[in-house]
């Protein structure tokens, strides 16, 4: 499990305001420096930024709502900043001010603040709002919540993005004259350019030693990745089930992931839930968290319910393998993405591939309403965000190659 809980109490980290630090990073090339030495990512392009700097010279509040494949997109946005050029805000899990000073003192130099995962963060949430009603800079917030390290499908969105806007979009409607706030979906898609067999092989090869086999270069790369994650799915039945489960490959990920979310769902909510994996781990976290971080548990409830975030953190990497991915579309990219997300979760590391080239796409504007409709059972604006974000992901997709062979 990757280091991304943090066992001590939450302490706000607010923005910093200066411009001076920003500005620097900005004339030495820090972004794109950034990501060629620790993501690999070689060259970039941003499409539609037109539609951004209509909104900035418009003076709106803007909200930018990228998609989050990889940890590198924090940085990538830091391109979209460059090119427009203007200066912005993020919305940052507290965890990542907590992996030493250097990363912390950047993050916040850069205009980033904390927010708490792990609970209702009302002081990140208000000062969200205010930043976006100030309209100085834009504010960019990830609604999904957490890296998926696939690209092309979104995983299920967190609403708080659309209480932040609209409660931003009441404030700026009572000035004189009233104001707006936009919201701008981002889509980010990393393109490979590099020799998808030769990493893969690399990756695959150290994964099959690790299960004690033979390289099984014998077979095409797509059936490779088959039994391999195929293998890794059927220990971790063996672990949780005692048994190999029957059912397609999407059965048997959701048969897993309710296998080990649902006994500590019943427990802490009186029964399991359902719907996205990534709220119910979400509200889980925000359950088991508290007492600990506080120092209410001894030693054999704190080793219980490390085992239970163990358990809900396999869950939510679980759900980002979608079952058709590479069916649907056997793209270079994103058979190099399964192959990374197996690493990833074996060893909670992912090495770097050189040759990558990201793609920031700016959505159409999306005007706020400062009401909501009531009647409708999902926020009309996430639905609106979520759609734009496909709809540009979908596109994007289309332009990977196929894997050949």
């Not at 620790?38 to 900035?56: C, M, N, P, W």
């Not at 159409?364 to 540009?392: C, Y």
Request: proline letters at 6%.
């Amino acid at each position: 499990m990757q280091d991304i809980i943090v066992e001590k109490p939450y302490e706000f980290i607010p923005p910093y305001r200066s411009t001076l630090w920003s500005s620097l990073f900005r004339v030495l090339g820090f972004p794109a420096w950034r990501l060629r030495r620790v993501d690999g990512v070689e060259s970039h392009e941003i499409r539609h930024l037109d539609r951004f700097q209509a909104s900035l010279a418009a003076g709106h509040g803007i909200l930018l709502t990228p998609n989050h494949p990889r940890t590198a997109d924090p940085v990538a946005m830091g391109l979209l900043a460059t090119a427009a050029p203007c200066f912005m805000w993020a919305m940052a899990s507290w965890h990542l001010f907590q992996q030493g000073w250097l990363t912390a003192w950047i993050m916040r130099r850069l205009g980033g603040f904390s927010v708490n995962r792990e609970g209702v963060d009302r002081q990140a949430i208000s000062t969200a709002v205010d930043l976006l009603s100030e309209a100085q800079r834009p504010l960019f917030i990830f609604p999904e919540g957490a890296t998926s390290r696939i690209n092309d499908k979104l995983q299920a969105l967190l609403d708080g993005v659309a209480f932040i806007a609209r409660a931003a979009a009441k404030k700026r409607a009572k000035l004189s004259p009233p104001g707006k706030v936009v919201v701008h979906p981002i889509a980010v898609k990393y393109f490979f350019r590099g020799d998808v067999r030769r990493v893969c092989d690399e990756v695959l090869t150290d994964i099959e030693q690790r299960l004690s086999w033979q390289p099984q270069r014998d077979l095409a790369l797509l059936a490779r990745i088959v039994k391999v994650g195929q293998a890794l799915l059927s220990l971790k039945e063996l672990e949780y089930f005692g048994q190999t489960e029957s059912g397609s490959f999407g059965e048997r990920l959701q048969k897993l992931m309710d296998r080990l979310l649902g006994p500590i769902e019943e427990q802490w909510f009186g029964k399991a839930q359902s719907g996205p994996v990534v709220p119910r781990v979400r509200n889980l976290r925000a359950k088991i968290l508290p007492d600990m971080v506080a120092g209410r548990v001894d030693d054999a409830e704190r080793a219980s319910r490390w085992r239970q975030l163990a358990d809900i953190y396999l869950a939510q990497q679980l759900s980002c393998y979608p079952p058709d991915y590479l069916a649907n579309h056997p793209s270079v990219d994103r058979v190099l993405e399964i192959v990374e997300k197996f690493e990833e979760d074996l060893f909670d590391k992912a090495r770097v591939h050189r040759g990558r080239k990201v793609v920031l796409e700016v959505g159409e504007a999306i005007e706020v309403s400062p009401e909501r409709d009531r009647s409708a059972t999902i926020d009309p604006l996430m639905t609106a965000i979520e759609a734009s974000l496909q709809r540009m992901l979908d596109r994007l997709a289309s332009e990977s190659p196929r894997l050949e062979g």
